[in-house]
């Protein structure tokens, strides 16, 4: 029986982070991420598509950031607090940054 997508989506996503994949039997949700790393917590969700303002809202932090710049896209709930709100980057980016890999204490 072949492996199902997403169980590889998440094995390629921890191995690009330096972690391992967590196995789903045993486990509710929220008691452990899909990807056991020691400084982050990775939930991967994978789908066909992301929604097309996603895609728009990345192209358009891309096409302006400089060469020094981390582009990213930060979702704001309306009526909710600032600091709540979501950052969303390319997986690359974030892996070339190393910005996960420092000190995070």
């Known amino acids: 029986m072949s492996d199902k ?3 590889t989506c998440e094995r390629r996503i921890a191995k690009l982070l330096g972690g391992r994949r ?5 486990r509710a949700r929220g008691d ?6 020691e400084h982050l917590a990775v939930e991967v ?3 066909a598509s992301p929604p097309k303002w996603l895609r728009e809202a990345m192209q358009q932090a ?3 950031a400089t060469a020094d710049q981390l582009p990213i896209v930060v979702l704001h709930q309306a009526g909710q607090r600032y600091d709540e709100s979501y950052v969303m980057l390319r997986l690359g980016a974030f892996v070339a940054s190393g910005i996960w890999r420092k000190d995070m204490g």
């Not at 967590?22 to 045993?26: M, R, T, Y």
């Not at 452990?32 to 790393?37: K, L, Q, T, V």
């Open 5 to 7: 997508h997403w169980k």
């Open 62 to 64: 891309e096409a302006s």
């Open 22 to 26: 967590v196995l789903v039997s045993g």
């Open 32 to 37: 452990a991420p899909d990807i056991a790393h």
């Open 45 to 47: 969700k994978d789908r």
